[in-house]
């Protein structure tokens, strides 16, 4: 077949998909308007999990040549144009621009999103609890750094809840206007990442050079776009923003470096089939507290999946995740039992892999 006989045939379906995006916009607005009479929130990932699983199933099933990770970046921005189509939500994340957290909630809710930085998780918090953003997102746990104590406490101390998690593989570039590494005197990044380049600096001989740490590898990008003598270690998004060249790319030591996000509100979800629901436990102060509590799932078959002991103001809770639904009977039975002890956190579509 001919290039222009091709081309042609592609043309004929851009002009059938741009038909049904519009149709299926149609759709979405009667749905938009049905939600909006009961107050129900436009944003359900379990909907949307439903939708992904569906379409990944109907992919394999015809041996389809889109991938999976293909599908979910289509249907996820197709998701986030709905939503903006029918409420434009604000969504606050830990700043600034260019951050992993940018990254992890443009990646949850498109491009076309409102997006506001906020300087800290209790600020991100505070947006959400007193309605000035729909959602916020904040960083919950590394996998080499652990969890984020800053997270644990907003989660103790404010009344929203979890309604998803994210989780974002991370990865570094060195970042530089200088032609060559041998011109550079300083380097800028946050403080873990350059204990994450540890071999590549050593490698390169970067290790010698002055390390001036600051609050984010965004900034550091934009410093470093005003430092000739200067590189930044930093996320390939910020290195575009701020048209700072790589000189390489992922230098991180370890290439399974994952950061999980979690994504806020202020509404609960409705059971998707493959939920994780999210705790925090205040024992009381007795020899085997927490084995009697842990001894409830086992007894229930329950799969707890994570355990975290935190100190908040000075008292020991528990940072505890686990298989299932609040709504689901066990679950509801551990939680009969132990109203006293538990604040629920949410449940919420289970991502497929943890960090």
Do not use: W
């Given at each position: ?36 009479s ?36 289509l ?44 300087g ?86 970067l ?32 290195s ?28 609960e979800?409705?059971?998707?089939g ?46 505890i ?13 551990i ?21």
């Amino acid at each position: 077949m001919a290039l222009n006989q091709i081309r042609k045939q592609i043309d004929e379906m851009d002009n059938a998909l741009l038909d049904i995006y519009n149709q299926r916009m149609q759709l979405v607005h009667q749905v938009g308007k049905l939600k909006n009479s009961t107050g129900a929130p436009i944003y359900r990932p379990e909907r949307e999990q439903e939708i992904l699983e569906r379409l990944k199933q109907r992919n394999r099933a015809s041996h389809g040549i889109l991938t999976e990770e293909a599908i979910e970046a289509l249907y996820l921005e197709l998701f986030a144009i709905a939503r903006n189509f029918e409420l434009p939500e604000r969504i606050a994340f830990l700043g600034p621009d260019a951050s992993f957290t940018h990254q992890a909630a443009e990646n949850r809710f498109g491009a076309l999103s409102s997006y506001v930085p906020v300087g800290s998780i209790k600020g991100v918090f505070r947006e959400v609890s007193q309605g000035r953003a729909k959602f916020g997102v904040v960083p919950i746990e590394n996998s080499f750094n652990g969890i984020v104590s800053d997270t644990i406490t907003a989660l103790q101390d404010f009344d929203t809840k979890i309604i998803a998690e994210v989780m974002v593989d991370i990865h570094h570039v060195l970042a530089t206007k200088a032609e060559d590494v041998k011109h550079l005197k300083r380097l800028y990044s946050k403080d873990i990442a350059f204990g994450q380049c540890k071999q590549f600096l050593e490698d390169y001989s970067l290790d010698e050079l002055e390390q001036i740490p600051v609050e984010s590898t965004a900034k550091a990008a934009k410093l470093a776009a005003n430092d000739p003598q200067a590189a930044a270690i930093c996320a390939e998004v910020a290195s575009k923003m701020y048209a700072l060249p790589i000189l390489f790319s992922n230098i991180e030591d370890k290439g399974n470096n994952r950061t999980r996000f979690f994504v806020i509100s202020d509404f609960e979800n409705a059971p998707s089939g493959n939920d994780k629901t999210t705790i925090l436990v205040r024992l009381p102060n007795r020899p085997g507290a927490l084995v009697d509590f842990l001894n409830d799932f086992k007894e229930l078959k329950i799969d707890l999946t994570k355990i975290k002991s935190h100190i908040v103001e000075g008292v020991s809770i528990f940072f505890i995740e686990f298989d299932g639904h609040q709504h689901d009977e066990k679950i509801q039975r551990i939680f009969a039992k132990h109203k006293e002890s538990i604040k629920f956190l949410g449940s919420y579509v289970k991502e497929a892999e943890d960090v």
